[in-house]
C-alpha cells in the first residue's frame, strides 16, 4: 500500500444537520495523509453509496446524531451488498446507544465511535483495516 | 474609572508587586502552564486590576440596569422582580407522548414551554416523505398537520403560557398553526406570547435545516415580522440564534460576531421591505450558548448586549429604547457533555446555567446529564430544571443585579470581546454582508478552524476534560435512557392516511393554489398559510408548493 493513499468518503445521512464531528473526522484524517472526500447534508443512502463507487473510496465513515442510524446505516449496508461490494470498510459516528451497535456490527459496520473518541484512535483503526 | 493621579500610583505599586514579590514566588513554585487561556483560547493574565480598565468610563460603558447600553441588564431590577424563565426544550415522538411530558414539566414548576419538533418538521417533510424514512419523532415531536398540533396543546391554556418553538425554514406554518390552535382555545392572537427561532441564517451557518435559498427565507422572515407586528404584538418574531454557531465549534467572540451579524442582516431585510425600525425591533430577540468558561461566558453576555445597543442606535438609528435592548434566551453547551461518566454533566450544566445568570439571560434551557447518549430521560430532566431552581432560590447571585460588574477581569473580558466581535463585523461588512460571507464559506470556515483546534487540544491534553482524557474510570453500560418508539414513524404515516381522507380536499387544493399564486407576487404570505393551515392541509403540501417557486438552497461545501 506504500504510496497510495487511503480515500475516505465521509457521510452525513439522513436530515441530521450537525456536522462538526464529520469535519472534525474529516480533518484528522486529511491531516493524517488521507484522500478525504465529505458529502455534505442530507444525503440519501443511494446517493451516498454512489459516491462511494465513484470515488473508488477503502473507506465509508457514517455520522448521524439525530438517531436515525438505525434505519439508515443498514440500508447503505444493504446498497453496497447489491452492488457486490465487499471491500469498502464502513464506520460510523454520533450518538450511537451501546445496544444499536451490536446490531450494527451485525450487519457490517467495522466499527462505531462514539463522543469523546479521539481521532487518532480513528486513524489508527482505518490504517490497520485497510492495509 | 479612576482618576489620573491614583491610576499611576496603581501602576507603580502593580510594577513593585511583579519585580518583587511575583519574581520571588515564581522562583520557588513555578506556575502549572507557560500560557493561560480562557475556554475560547483567549490568553489571560495573572492579575487584572485598574489598570487594565484605564480607558473604562463608568457612565458611558456601563451605566446602570435598564438604561443604554444595558451592559448591566436590560431591566433596572432584573431577578429582584422576577426570576428568568425556566424553559426546557422538549418534544419526542407522537404529540401525544410530547403533550405528555409538557404538562410533566408545568407540573414541576417550569414556566414556559419549548417545543423541539423532529427533523422532517424542520425541514417541511410529511411523516410519508422518503426524505422522513429513520426520522420520524426521533429529535423532537413530529407534526404533520394542525391536528397534531391540537394534541400537543391539547389541555394546556395558550394564554397562560408562553410557548417557544424550535422552527426555522417552515416558521411560518407552525405559527399560523399555533395561532389556529390558540382560536379554538377562545385565544386571540394578540394575547399569545413565545417566540419562534425564525433563524434561517444560522442554519446554513451551523444547524442545517434550510429548505430555501436566502432571499425567499429572508422574505417570510420578514413577513413574520410585519404580520407579528400587526397582529402580535406579544410574540417574539425571531430568536437570532448564537447557540449552534457556538456547538458547531466557534469560540465565545465569534459566537457573539456571527449572531449580531446575523441580526444586523435581518434589520437590513426589514428595513428593505419598507418597515420602520421601531416598529419591528423590539419583538427581535435572541438565543445563546453558556459554555464551561464561567467568567467569559458573563463577559460574552454582557458584551453582546453592549454592541447589540451601540449597533441599533448607532448604525439603524433606532429611538425606542425597546429597539436597543438584546433579550435573551440561553441553553447550557450541549458540546461539553460527556458520554463518559454521565453524571459530572451535571456539574457542567450548573456551572453553565451560573454563568447564564450571572449574564443577566430572560429565560434558560439546562441540559440534562444524559444528553451525549440519548433523548434524555424524565429524571434527568427533573435534575436538570431543579439545577435552576437551586439557583433561582438558593445560590444568592439574584439579589442584586449585575454582581461581578466591576470585577477587573470580568470588565476587561467584556470590553475584549466587544471589541474582536466588532472587528469580525466590520470583516463580514467588507465582503458584503452576512449572506455573501456564507455563501463564499467564510464564516463556516472560521468555526471549523475553532472546532478543529477545540479537538487537537483535547487530543494534546492542552484542554482538560474530566474524565475523557484525565481521571478515566472503567464504566458500565449506560441505564435508563429514553429510546423513541419505534413505531411512531409507521403510526404517523397511517393517522396521515386518515386525515387526507377526512379533510375537505376540495379546500385544500384551492387554499394552496391561493398560496402559490401569491408567492409568485411580494404579498406577505401569513394570512394564506393560515388559511392552507385551518383547512388542514399539511406542513409537507404547503413546503412543496413554495419549494417549487423559490426553489431549495445547496449549500457550498468546503472543509
Same mark, same amino acid.
Given at each position: ?7 475516505? $468518503?465521509?457521510?452525513?445521512?439522513? $436530515? ?28 440519501? /443512502? ?11 473510496? &477503502? ?20 446498497? @453496497? ?18 445496544? &444499536? ?14 463522543? !469523546? ?15 | ?5 491614583? +491610576?499611576?500610583?496603581?501602576? =507603580? ?72 424563565? +425556566? ?20 407540573? =414541576? ?39 397534531? +398540533? ?38 386571540? /392572537? ?10 434561517? @441564517? ?17 422574505? %417570510? ?10 397582529? +402580535? ?28 451579524? &446575523? ?5 437590513? *431585510? ?63 453547551? !450541549? ?69 461581578? *460588574? ?74 435508563? %435512557? ?31 393554489? $391561493? ?15 393560515? &388559511? ?28
Amino acid at each position: 500500500m506504500e504510496g497510495k493513499k487511503i480515500r475516505v $468518503l465521509i457521510a452525513k445521512p439522513g $436530515l441530521n444537520g450537525h456536522d462538526r464531528g464529520a469535519k472534525v473526522v474529516a480533518r484528522a484524517l486529511r491531516d493524517a495523509g488521507m484522500e478525504v472526500i465529505y458529502t455534505g447534508l442530507r444525503q440519501t /443512502p443511494e446517493q451516498i453509496v454512489e459516491t462511494a463507487i465513484q470515488e473508488d473510496v &477503502d473507506v465509508i465513515g457514517l455520522s448521524i446524531l439525530s438517531g436515525a442510524h438505525t434505519h439508515l446505516f443498514p440500508k447503505v449496508m444493504e446498497l @453496497l451488498k447489491e452492488n457486490s461490494i465487499k471491500d469498502i470498510i464502513v464506520i460510523g459516528g454520533g450518538v450511537i446507544p451501546e445496544e &444499536d451497535i451490536s446490531e450494527l456490527k451485525k450487519v457490517g459496520i467495522a466499527k462505531i465511535f462514539t463522543p !469523546g473518541t479521539d481521532t487518532r484512535d480513528i486513524i489508527k483503526f482505518i490504517k490497520e483495516k485497510v492495509n | 474609572m479612576f482618576d489620573k493621579e491614583e +491610576m499611576k500610583k496603581i501602576k =507603580q505599586s502593580k510594577k513593585e508587586w511583579e519585580n518583587n514579590v511575583v519574581q520571588k514566588t515564581l522562583k520557588r513554585f513555578p506556575e502549572r502552564k507557560d500560557k493561560f487561556v480562557t475556554g475560547s483560547g483567549k490568553e489571560v493574565e495573572r492579575l487584572y486590576t485598574p489598570v487594565n480598565l484605564e480607558e473604562s468610563d463608568h457612565n458611558k460603558d456601563l451605566n446602570f440596569p435598564g438604561q443604554y447600553p444595558y451592559t448591566r441588564g436590560v431591566q433596572p431590577t432584573m431577578y429582584r422582580g422576577r426570576f428568568w424563565t +425556566m424553559r426546557q426544550y422538549a418534544g419526542f415522538g407522537t404529540a401525544e407522548e410530547s403533550n405528555k411530558r409538557y404538562k410533566y414539566l408545568l407540573d =414541576q414548576g417550569q414556566n414556559g414551554l419549548s417545543v423541539a419538533f423532529d427533523l422532517p418538521t424542520q425541514i417541511g417533510y410529511d411523516s410519508d416523505n422518503d426524505m422522513s424514512l429513520g426520522e420520524v419523532g426521533k429529535v423532537g415531536v413530529v407534526i404533520d398537520s394542525l391536528k397534531d +398540533m391540537e394534541m400537543l396543546f391539547d389541555g394546556i391554556p395558550l394564554d397562560k403560557v408562553s410557548t417557544s418553538m424550535t422552527i426555522n425554514a417552515p416558521a411560518p406554518v407552525l405559527l399560523a398553526m399555533y395561532i389556529a390552535v390558540a382560536e379554538k382555545q377562545g385565544v386571540a /392572537p394578540d394575547k399569545l406570547k413565545g417566540t419562534i427561532q425564525n433563524d434561517v @441564517l444560522k442554519e446554513y451557518i451551523a444547524r442545517g435545516t434550510y429548505i430555501f435559498p436566502p432571499a425567499p427565507s429572508m422574505r %417570510l422572515i420578514t413577513n413574520i415580522f410585519e404580520f407579528c407586528f400587526k397582529e +402580535m404584538p406579544l410574540w417574539n418574531t425571531i430568536s437570532i440564534s448564537g447557540y449552534h454557531i457556538r456547538e458547531a465549534g466557534a469560540t465565545a467572540v465569534q459566537e457573539v460576531a456571527f449572531t449580531l451579524a &446575523d441580526g444586523i442582516a435581518y434589520v437590513d *431585510a426589514a428595513i428593505k421591505i419598507g418597515l420602520k425600525v421601531d416598529d419591528f425591533a423590539p419583538r427581535l430577540s435572541f438565543f445563546f450558548n453558556a459554555h464551561n468558561d464561567l467568567l467569559e461566558e458573563v463577559a460574552k453576555f454582557r458584551a453582546a448586549r453592549r454592541l447589540w445597543a451601540k449597533i441599533m442606535k448607532e448604525r439603524f438609528g433606532a429611538e425606542n429604547e425597546k429597539s436597543l435592548i438584546l433579550r435573551f434566551h440561553t441553553q447550557t453547551a !450541549g458540546c461539553t457533555l460527556t458520554a463518559q461518566q454521565p453524571d459530572n454533566n451535571i456539574t457542567r450544566v450548573t456551572i453553565q446555567a451560573l454563568a447564564a445568570v450571572l449574564g443577566g439571560t430572560q429565560s434558560l434551557h439546562t441540559n440534562s446529564r444524559d444528553e451525549a447518549l440519548a433523548l434524555p430521560a424524565e429524571d434527568s430532566v427533573r435534575i436538570a430544571l431543579r439545577t435552576q431552581q437551586v439557583l433561582a432560590y438558593e445560590s444568592g447571585v439574584t439579589e442584586t443585579v449585575d454582581p461581578l *460588574a466591576g470585577s477587573y477581569y470580568v470588565e476587561t473580558l467584556t470590553n475584549e470581546i466587544e471589541k474582536q466581535a466588532l472587528e469580525y463585523i466590520e470583516k463580514i461588512d467588507k465582503l458584503g454582508g452576512v449572506t455573501q460571507a456564507i455563501e463564499k464559506g467564510f464564516i463556516q470556515q472560521e468555526i471549523q478552524n475553532s472546532a478543529y483546534q477545540y479537538q487537537k487540544d483535547i487530543e494534546e491534553s492542552k484542554r482538560i476534560v474530566v474524565g475523557v482524557n484525565k481521571f478515566k474510570i472503567k464504566e458500565g453500560l449506560p441505564k435508563g %435512557l429514553l429510546k423513541v418508539n419505534p413505531e411512531v414513524g409507521r403510526r404517523q404515516v397511517e393517522e396521515l392516511k386518515k386525515l387526507k381522507e377526512g379533510r375537505d380536499n376540495h379546500k385544500v387544493k384551492e387554499n394552496l393554489k $391561493l398560496l402559490e399564486k401569491a408567492a409568485k407576487t411580494d404579498t406577505n404570505l401569513m394570512p394564506l398559510i393560515l &388559511d392552507c393551515v385551518k383547512s388542514y392541509a399539511t406542513l409537507g403540501e404547503i413546503c412543496d408548493v413554495l419549494r417549487s417557486i423559490f426553489g431549495e438552497y445547496k449549500e457550498s461545501v468546503k472543509l
